[in-house]
């Protein structure tokens, strides 16, 4: 069996894909500019700590499942990757 790559952006509209919402549960803030936020991941519940301009820009990975996430506040995985 191939294994899969990692969700791109490009790719969240397809039937094979599914969307969750994330739940921010803490924020911060690191000198000199960098607010944070801590979340969930809504596909393996592992916390991720993700930058503000990070996830606006081009997106953060969970480190353990690879779902990407946006700035709209959504998080993209493969359905099939999804346990």
């Not at 397809?14 to 803030?29: P, S």
Request: aromatic share 12%; charged share 25%.
């Amino acid at each position: 069996m191939v294994k899969r790559k990692h969700i791109k952006f490009d790719q969240i509209r397809n039937d094979d894909v599914t969307t969750r919402q994330i739940n921010v549960h803490r924020e911060g803030f690191e000198p000199p500019s960098k607010n944070w936020i801590m979340f969930d991941c809504p596909f393996c519940t592992c916390e991720v700590k993700a930058y503000v301009w990070s996830i606006c820009g081009g997106g953060k990975r969970c480190q353990n499942c690879g779902a990407l996430f946006g700035g709209s506040g959504n998080g993209y995985q493969f359905t099939e990757l999804i346990k």
